[in-house]
């Protein structure tokens, strides 16, 4: 099936949950003709006006579509000392926490990041062999899940792991 508004674009509900991330990485690519970073994870802000999307080096790109604003980066290029590698630093995921003010980056090595959206300081950086994750609604929680099916609940404020569930 096909979307009526771009013959280009496969229609979203042809696709199970899990793989509808890609498609909208896809659309976005396709619509924005991003070429300098190419887009991995991509989620939305809660208020839907700003879109997220992780790359290649531990870099997130944030941005408001269809505007000609480029965005900003948050990235370990930012971070003094620091020398991502290709093979351990690719985004994996990223979200933005409820009120739009933390991003959340899991690169492959399973690192999770905390950076403060406003001045792309990095917050914290957990050791969590992490593959997915979530904000509590009152921002105050990270939740990550491992390819072991361990669940783990982390304080946003200080990094610290809180509980684990298994």
Not at 82 to 99: C, E, M, N, R
Not at 124 to 150: K, V, W, Y
Request: glycine share 8%; charged share 15%.
């Amino acid at each position: 099936m096909r979307n009526e508004s771009n013959s280009n674009l496969p229609s979203a509900h042809i696709f199970p949950p899990s793989r509808r991330f890609n498609l909208v990485a896809y659309a976005f690519h396709k619509v924005e003709k991003i070429t300098q970073y190419p887009p991995g994870s991509v989620a939305f802000s809660p208020d839907g006006t700003t879109i997220v999307y992780g790359t290649q080096l531990a870099k997130a790109i944030i941005r408001k579509p269809f505007t000609d604003d480029p965005g900003i980066s948050i990235g370990l290029d930012n971070v003094p000392g620091t020398a991502p590698q290709f093979f351990t630093s690719l985004v994996h995921f990223v979200t933005l926490s409820p009120d739009g003010q933390t991003l959340a980056m899991v690169t492959l090595d399973g690192k999770i990041r905390l950076w403060k959206v406003a001045d792309g300081t990095l917050l914290h950086e957990i050791n969590a062999n992490s593959t997915s994750m979530a904000f509590s609604p009152n921002c105050e929680i990270l939740a990550s899940g491992s390819p072991d099916g361990t669940l783990q609940l982390w304080g946003v404020a200080d990094g610290n792991l809180i509980l684990t569930l298994k």
